[in-house]
Structure formats: structure tokens, C-alpha cells
């Protein structure tokens, strides 16, 4: 149906109207909700206390692309530039990964566990306290970490240019100090890592966590379109032939660059988690967990050296 006013409830009804064949009800109020806070700065309770009103031209048109680009199923996050985790607002476009609950349960176990700690022990986290983040994409976890962790020194790596750029603008939007490093984790491993352009032999961290890519190839069927058609499959997939592949290299590169009794965290895929799990204790790594996400699924794996 053709909107029949510039007034928000019309707006409202024609959203509803166009988007009905496409996405679930809730989905589609949550989307409604999205725009109108990012474009009118309207809440859902503002948006029902101002029905009556009539917004210009402009802001119409930015309405109608975000409509036209949701019956693409482009995600929404992409159409407004930017994406909520942990309580935090995160520039994003189709060189990252949109970021994922799952993901901020990482984030959460990690800044859980090193202040549980931090109770007990009567060294904090000091000024030589490092973290490291591979395959960083939006920068979002060492970001995180950074917020709640202030004394901790952040580096992230990421073999994409483009990610790191989205990753760069988020720590300057949020006012954090992080050490970005282009890297591709699949390469030889560098027998230093660069910092200020001065080599530092033998650095090490105190805990590598990573969120790789992990999907099989034959699990695209179970996936969204919206993630298929718009998100970086190099952040996403890894081969058939060998799916284990990113996890053995992020093993032998944290054997070679975690500090005696480093930490790694790691998301993982569901369907391989005891197979991971046994594949870093064949490696020389102690005291794996393997812990479920709020899904019921196994989603992050826990070791040290």
C-alpha cells in the first residue's frame, strides 16, 4: 500500500505494511523501533505519543531506503551503520562481522573470571597486563575489554585492511587505547610482533582470545539469507577439508606467544567442541573447559599453558 501521509503513524502502519511478507511481527517492531530512534531520536513510547505528527520529506526518504533495503534483507545493523554489544554502540559496514550474543558471553566470562581473580590475588592487573585479540573485525572485544579492564595493554590483529580501519574508528569513538596489528593468522608465525615500529622479541601475552572463523560449509543451509548476502564470508566460513584449520593455528601461535600459564578463550563452532577440546589438550594445553552458551550449546573454549 502507498503511505498515505507524512504523519509517524501512517509511517508506522505503512513500515508494518511492506515489510509483513518478509519477517516476523516482533521482528518487525523491533526493526520499526531501530529506525525511528536513529532517525527521528524517538523512542517506542515517543513513537506512540507522537503519531499525530508529521515528519519532512528527508527524513521520509531515509525511512523508505531503510524499508527497500530490509525487503533486500540487508541487515539492519548495516543499514544504520552501527551495531549494539555490551552495552555499547559499534560502527559497522560489510567488512565485519555484525557482533553476536554469543560473542559478548566471551567478553563476559572473560572480564568475570580476571576480576574474580583480581579479588584473591595481590597482583593486579598491572601496566604489563596484555591481551590479545585475533581476528578482531569491529575491534568490539579488546574494546570491551579495554572499557572494564582499564590497566591492560590491548592488541588485535586482523588479516583484512578494511576491518581494521572499522576497528580503528570504533576505539577512537570510544575513547580507548588499542594496538591494532595486520596479520594473517594462517601465515608463518613472525618471530616478533611490532609495536610503536620497534621490533620486541619474544612478547608475549598474558591471554589470547579469539572469535575465528568457524562455520562448515554445508551449515549455509541452515543460515539467513541476511547474513549470506551481505556479511564478510572470510570472517565466517572455513573449509570443508580441514575445519579445524583456524583453531590449530591459533593453538601453535598461542604456544609460541602466551606467557607460562596464559590464558586463551575462543568461540567455537558447536557441532566440534569436543573435538577442539581434545585437540589443544593433544597440544600440551591444561585445564580446558568446555562452557555452553545461553543456547544450550558449546560455544567457548577455556585453556591455559
Do not use: W
Amino acid at each position: 500500500m502507498p503511505i498515505s501521509s507524512n504523519k509517524i503513524a501512517d509511517l508506522v502502519l505503512f513500515f508494518r505494511d511492506e515489510l509483513k511478507n518478509d519477517y516476523e511481527s516482533n521482528e518487525i517492531e523491533t526493526l520499526i523501533a531501530y529506525c525511528f530512534e536513529e532517525f527521528l531520536y524517538l523512542n517506542r513510547a515517543h513513537i506512540v505519543l507522537n503519531k499525530s505528527t508529521s515528519i519532512n520529506e528527508s527524513e521520509l526518504l531515509k525511512f523508505k531506503f531503510a524499508i527497500k533495503s530490509l525487503k533486500e534483507f540487508k541487515p539492519i545493523q548495516y543499514i544504520l551503520g552501527k551495531a549494539d554489544f555490551y552495552g555499547l554502540k559499534f560502527i559497522v559496514n560489510e567488512n565485519v562481522l555484525i557482533p553476536r550474543p554469543e560473542t559478548e558471553e566471551l567478553v563476559n566470562l572473560i572480564i568475570k573470571e580476571l576480576k574474580e581473580k583480581n579479588k584473591h590475588s595481590e597482583n593486579k592487573n598491572g601496566s604489563d597486563f596484555s591481551i590479545l585479540d585475533i581476528g578482531t573485525g569491529t575491534g568490539c572485544i579488546p574494546i570491551v575489554l579495554k572499557k572494564n579492564i582499564p590497566t591492560a595493554n590491548l592488541y588485535a590483529l586482523d588479516i583484512s585492511l578494511k576491518a581494521l580501519e572499522i576497528a580503528k574508528q570504533n576505539a577512537i569513538l570510544h575513547n580507548v587505547i588499542i594496538n591494532f596489528l595486520h596479520f594473517d593468522i594462517l601465515s608463518p608465525l613472525p618471530s616478533f610482533f611490532l609495536r610503536d615500529s620497534l621490533p620486541i622479541p619474544d612478547f608475549k601475552f598474558d591471554i589470547i582470545v579469539s572469535n575465528p572463523p568457524y562455520i562448515c560449509i554445508p551449515e549455509k543451509s541452515k543460515m539467513n539469507k541476511n547474513v549470506l548476502d551481505y556479511e564478510p564470508h572470510l570472517a565466517l566460513f572455513v573449509n570443508d577439508i580441514d575445519p579445524m584449520l583456524f583453531n590449530k593455528m591459533i593453538a601453535e601461535f598461542a604456544l609460541k606467544y602466551l606467557k607460562t600459564n596464559g590464558e586463551l578463550y575462543l568461540e567455537i563452532n558447536q557441532y566440534h567442541g569436543l573435538e577442539t577440546e581434545q585437540m589443544f589438550e593433544s597440544k600440551g594445553f591444561k585445564n580446558t573447559r568446555l562452557l555452553k552458551d545461553c543456547n544450550d550449546n558449546d560455544r567457548i573454549l577455556y585453556c591455559n599453558t
